[in-house]
């Protein structure tokens, strides 16, 4: 026999709302935050009025364990819409990139994402030695072996096997360029825009286009529809990942862009803590807010509805 209705409260009935998101999803990445904890990321995310986050693996393992990453999905109503590989060793995980690459996609299947972001091999690795009164690069030697083996992976059919087997998408990322004695190169194999183009999905990254003198815009309709996934970011001239609309880049035209090219992947805001006030709870939801801001007004997306959409998805999962 069915319980009499009126033992459910009116409220919970007009809770089940569908919610639509933009065309473009708008999403943090969890490394802007990483001097934080894992939630505070979400907390944060959840609080601007993103989409969702991109999750960085590092060596905490709180950004690596699928339950609790699915419960504060659920706590905060963030998805995790895309993962990036660790791009350092971490314990506990294979040294080897390629291995990581699938323990990473399979984390991403876990936790219902659609992307994963992976970089660029090393083409050099570099030591830094300290103590001398002054630190002294030495910045040409041999890369990790397996860097070698990952380089022939990405083009020698490895990384198609893998992409075969997964639904979700996995972006390889063009990285900065690097100087040393004034001259500009690069640390990492595949790395110029040539190269990078015999790769299917890409990931492209503003700062580091900026690092290379190189305008996102021109960069995208070059690699045309290659480009799966956005990092976006300023660039200072010299500082890397800094907050959007206080660098060099136009951002703005380069957003519009997207929406015009009818570009259907994410939008992950990909800063620095460096140049966020962290210390200031109030300020950096401000600072967050406003980077969100500028990425819907500039791809077209009305920032009232989605503050609405976020208050609803909230209501749905009851926090
Ligand atoms: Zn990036």
Partial sequence: MLPPRQRYPPAQALRIVFVIPPAIPVTL????LYTLGTARAFEHAARAGYDGVELLIDDRWDTRQPEYLKRLTDQHAVPILSVHSPFVTISGWPRDEVQRIERTVALAEAVGARTVNVHVPYRF?????????????FPFLPPPQDHRRYARWLLDGGLDALQARTPVTIAVENLP?????GVRFSRYALNSWEEIALIPSLCLDTTHCGTWDADPTEIFERLGNRVKHVHLSDWSGRYQHQPVGTGLIA???FLRHL???NYTGIVV???TPLSLPVKDENKLARELRRNLEFCRQHLGQNTDSVQASTEVKRQVVGV
């Fill in 259 to 261: 929406k015009e090219r």
């Fill in 251 to 253: 951002l703005d035209r």
């Fill in 269 to 271: 805001v990909e800063l």
């Fill in 177 to 181: 360029s690097r100087r040393f004695l």
């Fill in 29 to 32: 990445s969890t490394g802007s």
């Fill in 125 to 137: 690795s570099d030591l830094t030695i300290s103590g001398l009164g002054k630190p002294i690069l």
